[in-house]
């Protein structure tokens, strides 16, 4: 796991660690297991079909979780997501890579927290953004 | 429809769990213990495995009372929409953390239509949902999340 | 159905079937709530590259079936000692699979009355894909 990561260390255009995954069917299987979003849409490929889509799809909320994964993993123990949210623009298929990605836009300091602004997004193999979003964390001072 | 903004629902129970954390962390692919191990949970200061960030619990199922896909309550109170259109796509999801969650944590969930936008899009007239749910610990009364879920009917 | 006692049953009497019919979301409900995620449930490619004509239902999904069908038939006063079955012949998802039981064996003991049971599934055709044993006692009216 990474070191904590403190307000001082942070600075504007920034980009935090990403992370990639490529998940297969049965990502996808254990995240309805996990989630409750049993669709048949993102399992079922003749169930995908009969909805007018190619093959099955990635669940919107698995790339809104992943980029909670990356949002995280850089806030660390310390660190508060205060709020992120998503907008679910382009459809994801199984067994193609996706990469959620994190970029510093802003850092305050407001009622005596050290908050950091972020542009958050999820991208597919051909570095398209299909999932993007913005993010506020809140951190803690080295001192 | 515009008339039904802001009526509350009923509310209803999500329940935080170990279990439900780990197969919610295992859906994401997260290996971060802070998910997974009590112990090192708690040796992190935290009352127990942590959340997995989007993850607010999981709504209490009874059958007949929960859609069986999606697993939300179909409940009293809320507002009565009439939607013209049979398909479903996710439009967006944004959470608003007043504290953290943990296993252990029974959540109070009510929620109340946020917005409502009747656009046209490639796929024909298409009429984005959004939907507020708010979240209280049972336990302490207190707030601990917001979450603002969007659905585009078309 | 109404509490079933033991004085109601004799050898070779059929208990109430129950049949099911597992759609690929009833699969996937089931990896979800047993923990097995084994592809050839819900993945075709995968299932087929085991050298399966195509999905299968998890045995112990057809094994849970067969406790239902216990249950369903034992009443609040009845109780399952023991049940198991044998995963002899492979079930698909969207074809219905009949769950049946015939007593085979009554008998009490110990101020306790047993009932043994021959129980299985089969597929339309007829033929046993999961064959087992139970044991339940049941109440008496005495």
Not at chain 2, 62 to 74: C, I, V, Y
Not at chain 2, 131 to 141: A, D, F, L, Q, R
Not at chain 3, 49 to 55: D, H, N, R, S, V
């Amino acid at each position: 796991m990474a070191d904590q990561v403190y307000f001082e260390d942070v600075s504007e255009g920034q980009e935090i660690l990403p992370i990639k995954i490529t998940p297969d069917k049965q990502q996808l299987v254990k995240f309805a297991a996990g989630s409750g979003d049993f669709n048949p849409l993102h399992f079922d490929e003749k169930f995908a079909q009969g909805m007018g889509l190619p093959e099955t799809i990635v669940h919107g909320r698995f790339k809104y979780a992943l980029v909670g994964r990356v949002l995280s993993e850089w806030a660390g123990s310390k660190g508060r997501v205060r709020r992120f949210g998503v907008n679910y623009r382009g459809m994801d298929q199984p067994n193609k890579q996706i990469t959620a990605r994190g970029v510093v836009t802003a850092k305050k300091q407001e009622n005596g927290q050290n908050i950091v602004e972020l542009d958050v997004w999820a991208e597919d193999a051909e570095g398209k953004k299909t999932t993007p979003g913005t993010a506020t964390v809140v951190l803690p001072s080295r001192g | 429809m515009r008339a039904q903004f802001g009526v509350e629902s009923a509310p209803w129970t999500y329940e935080v769990t170990t279990t439900s954390v780990r197969m919610y962390a295992r859906g994401i692919g997260s290996e971060d213990p802070i998910h997974y191990d009590v112990d090192f949970a708690k040796s992190q200061g935290f009352r127990s495995v942590v959340a997995p960030l989007g993850y607010l619990g999981t709504p209490v199922y009874l059958p007949g009372q929960n859609d069986p896909t999606f697993g939300f309550p179909r409940r009293g109170g809320g507002p009565r929409l009439d939607i013209p259109f049979k398909r479903l796509l996710d439009g967006g999801t944004e959470t608003e953390y007043l504290d953290v969650i943990c296993a252990g944590d029974v959540l109070v969930e009510t929620s109340h239509l946020a917005d409502l936008k009747l656009r046209d899009g490639a796929m024909g007239k298409m009429l984005f949902i959004t939907n507020e749910s708010v979240y209280t610990n049972k336990e302490t009364g207190k707030v601990v999340a917001k979450q603002r879920l969007t659905s585009i009917h078309y | 159905m109404g509490q079933v006692y033991f004085e109601d049953l004799g050898e070779g009497d059929e208990i109430p079937q129950l049949k099911k019919n597992c759609s690929t979301q009833q699969l996937v409900l089931w990896a979800a709530g047993s923990g097995d995620f084994y592809q050839i449930h819900y993945d075709k490619d995968f299932a087929q590259a085991t050298g399966l004509k195509g999905l299968i239902v998890h045995g112990a999904l057809k094994n849970a079936f067969l406790g239902q069908l216990l249950h369903d038939w034992i009443g609040e006063k009845g109780q399952i000692r023991r049940f198991g079955c044998s995963y002899r012949g492979m079930d698909e998802p969207n074809q219905d699979i009949l769950c049946r039981g015939v007593v085979k064996r009554k008998y009490s003991e110990g101020g306790k009355h047993f009932v043994e049971l021959d129980v299985w599934t089969e597929k339309p055709d007829g033929k046993k894909t999961s064959p087992g044993t139970a044991v339940v006692t049941l109440p008496s009216k005495n």
